[in-house]
Each structure stands twice: as C-alpha cells, then as structure tokens.
C-alpha cells in the first residue's frame, strides 16, 4: 500500500509532499478511523481538570495532550513509504513530546506511549520493524516502571500496550492484504482486457481476412471476365455482393458476442473460395464424422488454412481430410515460410496463433509441417485421434 501511495504523488519538495501526503485519500480515512484512539485522551483531560491542579499547568498539559494528538493524527501518513528508520525516528520524537508532560504527571506519561504500537501498524513498514517496536515500547514502559517503583501498581500498561500492539498489526497485517488483494484484482481486470482485445482482434482477421480474400480473387476474376464472358463476370459480382454482405453479418454478430462457427458452412465456402482462386478442391462431402465439441474449432482451422492457400500458396490443388477427432488440410503450392513451420509465429499475424490458440483451448495440437506434393499440411489433432488422415 504505501508503495502504490508513493508512485502515485507526484515529484514535489518536502513540504509539498508532505501536505499531499496529508491530504491523500488514504489519510482521510485513517484520520476518520483513528477517532477511537483519541477518545482514550479524554481520560487524562478530564482527570486534570476536575483535580486540584493550577490552571497554568492544566492548560500547559491540555496544550500537550492537544499536540499529541495531532501526532498521532499526522505521523503514519508522513511515515508511508519512508525507510522504517525514519519511523524510528519519528515514534523516538513523539516519546520525547509526550516526555514533556513529566513535570506535571511524572511517569504517568508512559501510558501514552500506548500510541506507538498503533502509529507503527498504521505506517505500513516491515512486520519485524513493527514486533519489535510493541517488544520495545512494552519494555520501556517497564523500565520506567521498575526505576519508579510503580512496577507493582501499573504493570498491566505493559500488558494493555502489548494487546493492543498485537491487535493493531493483526489489523494492519489484513488492511495490506486487502490492499494487494484490490491490488490484484485490478491487474486481473487488465490483463481480461487485454486478452478481449487480442480475442477480438483474432475474430477481426478470422472474420474479414478470409472474405476480403475471396472477395479480392472474385474482383479479380470478374474484371478479367468483363469483355470476353459478361455473364461469368455478373455471376462473380454477384458472388462478391453475396460474401461482402455474409462478412458484413459476422462482423456484426462478433461485435454482438454471438457468433457461431459451423463445420459444414466453411465446407461450402472453402469450396467457393477455392474455385475462385482458380485451386481444385478436394473436400469431404459431410462435416458428421467429426466429434461435435470440435467442429466450431475445426471450422475456424479450416477457414484459416483455405485463406492462407488462396492468398499466399499458388497451389494447384487443396485436400481437406476430416477425421472423428483431427482435420488435415494440405496444398501443392510454394509452401510456408521456415519461422511458421518452426512453430515460431511471431510477426506472422493472428492466423497461425489464433490457430495454436483455438486449438489448445480443447486440448488439441497443431502442426505444420511441409507436403509431399511441396506444398504445407496443417494438421489438428486432438486426444484420441490416431494416425494422419
């Protein structure tokens, strides 16, 4: 807590920072938690007052009463972040201050060192820095007490500084936790954005790259097939309307967070958009013999690997192979570059990692391997699946 309190102020001097301390959200709510503490002064302020005392010195004592408090108030707001010598240092001059109150109330004065034990919970430093002050404030009290004669009389302040040290940390122990549990959360709540952004950018190339693929080809196509086939070049325009408006459909139903991938519908597609780049297709006619828990993955693979051989493989030919728990895609083209077939994916772009991706998902593999006819074949195969197709 007190570094993400310290990474948040800004660079300023001494006094600057220090008020920015004060005046940090944090503090605001120790200073309403720590009321509690300062009614315990009210004991000392009435008992001085309705005593025998002269006035001077019971308004000298209130006057240090009063700025004991204040102390108390500041001090682990000041002490966040800071080395645990420079608390150290700052319980050694709120003793001093509550010292000055022996010439009115002579050892009496070491029932508010009392407050130590709690300002050093409240400060966030090291647990060891924190026991060890409760031993030493207990031990101190003890001394005086000893050196006084009053051992016999009050040595429960010892006792009550010791209980309330220990329940102080314990309650300081699990404000921390808490801290790093909020902590936590919100690099959860990060990290969940992050992988959103890269699922949804994957669905972005999964959706569009395949169709502005094909509609590249079939643009192609048609202006060639203009002057000397029109009614070929309308068919292929018609074709384009058609995929641009099924694109602009996905598009709008992954943005919606329901869309659905059919095995049977890439089936159809890939045949279409292989003729269009002028490759044979070689698909199987029913999608029914894989398991169904893996067709919505399959037909992602298959869409991936039917773009990448239209775009990139110059193939003659396209075999797809469906098996109860694996597809097998392969080409005759140029084959894949060395990274992608290593399993090295990166500066490659979303498609062969959102494949790895998909695939892992439900515990299967992929691999990419180069063809025999000097091509690639990408094959995912999940548990159970046997021998290659």
Known sequence: MNASIESRMPVQGPLAQSVARLRHR?????????VWGLVYL???LVLIWSGKSDVAGSVLLTALIVLIAAIYLVMPPLMWGRPWYASGIGYLVFIGVTCLGIPFIGEDVI???IYVPVMAAMSWQPRWFMIATIVAIGLAQLVVMGVT???????????????IGIMMFAFGQQLQAMQKLRDAQGEIARL?????????????????????TVVTVKSELARKLVARDPER????????ERLSRAALADLRASVAGYRAMTLETELSAAHAALVAADVVPHLPASADVVSP????TFAWVLRESVTNVVRHARAKNCWVALEKRAIIIGDDGRGMAAPVLAGVTSGQGHGVEGMRERAAKVGATVTIEPG?????????????SGGAA
């Open 26 to 34: 944090g503090a605001k709510r120790w200073y309403r938690s720590s």
């Open 42 to 44: 009210a004991i000392p």
């Open 111 to 113: 029932w508010f060192w």
């Open 149 to 163: 004669g009053t051992l016999g009389v009050y040595w429960y302040a010892a006792a009550l500084t010791a209980s």
């Open 192 to 212: 969940a954005v992050v992988d959103e952004r890269e699922r949804f950018a994957r669905d972005m190339h999964d959706v569009l790259g395949h169709s502005l």
């Open 233 to 240: 070049a309308e068919e292929e325009l018609a074709d384009i």
């Open 293 to 296: 828990e893996l067709r919505e």
């Open 372 to 384: 025999e006819d000097g091509g690639t074949t990408v094959a995912v195969r999940a548990p159970g």
